[in-house]
């Protein structure tokens, strides 16, 4: 079964400091990769995503995320975080030969708390 | 633009009672999907439609659990009789999906944050 892992369950920086979650996945085969975030009290909202070409993506408020074929990951950075980066994060893998059937599946998620 | 719409924002109510959890998606986007947050479980896809027709349903947990979207504007969960084990932030999410172009993003609303008392 599809599945994805985030190994990370609570990770602490320090302001400025360089972050990288981790994200693997289990699926074989060509797949769409996205990263969510959700900041307290709030929905979902889309960081960045892979559906093809340059592995590495650039997303938005300064996140990137670079697909690894070979070792099935798809890891998020930020080379300087900020406080307001405190949040959850979330991997979600989608395989497009699954034509049909969009199910997205989630990592169990990463919590980011920034100390200022 | 308006973004995914869910109502009520909370809800709480005691066991027993049927719950109805809203949802209108984002106009022009075809596919919609319910999920469950709890601590214990993480994200849980529970149904998604696409062009109104029930695609994927083996997330819905059981019975008590069923969903509806008679139009593209609207979506309804509901959940009769509720329990506390129920208790969790569900989510609407929406995207726009056709043809090849398929795996757009999903644009999640605020959620309901419901507690079966």
């Known amino acids: 079964a599809q599945s994805v892992s985030q190994h990370n369950h609570h990770v602490i920086l320090s302001e400025a400091a360089s972050l990288e979650l981790g994200c693997n996945y289990s699926?074989?085969?060509?797949?769409?990769l996205f990263w969510y975030v959700q900041y307290p009290g709030q929905h979902l909202q889309l960081l960045l995503k892979?559906?093809?070409?340059?592995?590495l993506v650039k997303g938005i408020k300064g996140f990137e995320a670079e697909f690894i074929k070979s070792k099935f990951s798809f890891n998020l950075r930020k080379p300087s975080v900020q406080w307001s980066d405190t949040a959850e994060y979330f991997c979600?893998?989608?395989?497009?030969?699954?034509?049909?059937?969009?199910?997205?599946?989630f990592g169990t998620g990463t919590r980011l708390t920034i100390i200022p | 633009d308006a973004g995914v719409i869910q109502s009520p924002r909370h809800e709480v109510t005691e066991m027993g009672q049927e719950v109805t959890l809203r949802c209108k998606p984002i106009?022009?986007?075809?596919?919609l999907f319910w999920y469950r947050q709890t601590m214990m479980r993480g994200l849980e896809l529970l149904i998604y439609?696409?062009?109104?027709?029930?695609?994927?349903d083996s997330g819905m947990p059981e019975d008590r659990f069923s969903a509806k979207m008679p139009n593209a504007s609207f979506s309804t969960l509901k959940i009769q009789p509720s329990e506390p084990r129920d208790s969790a932030v569900y989510f609407c999410?929406?995207?726009?999906?056709?043809?090849?172009?398929?795996?757009?993003?999903?644009?999640f609303g605020d959620g309901t944050r419901l507690s079966i008392l």
């Open positions: 979600a893998v989608n395989p497009p030969s699954n034509f049909g059937n969009e199910k997205l599946t």
């Open positions: 699926y074989g085969g060509t797949v769409n």
């Open positions: 892979y559906f093809s070409g340059d592995p």
């Open positions: 106009s022009g986007h075809n596919s």
């Open positions: 999410a929406s995207s726009s999906n056709r043809g090849r172009e398929s795996n757009q993003p999903q644009h």
């Open positions: 439609f696409n062009n109104n027709v029930p695609i994927d």
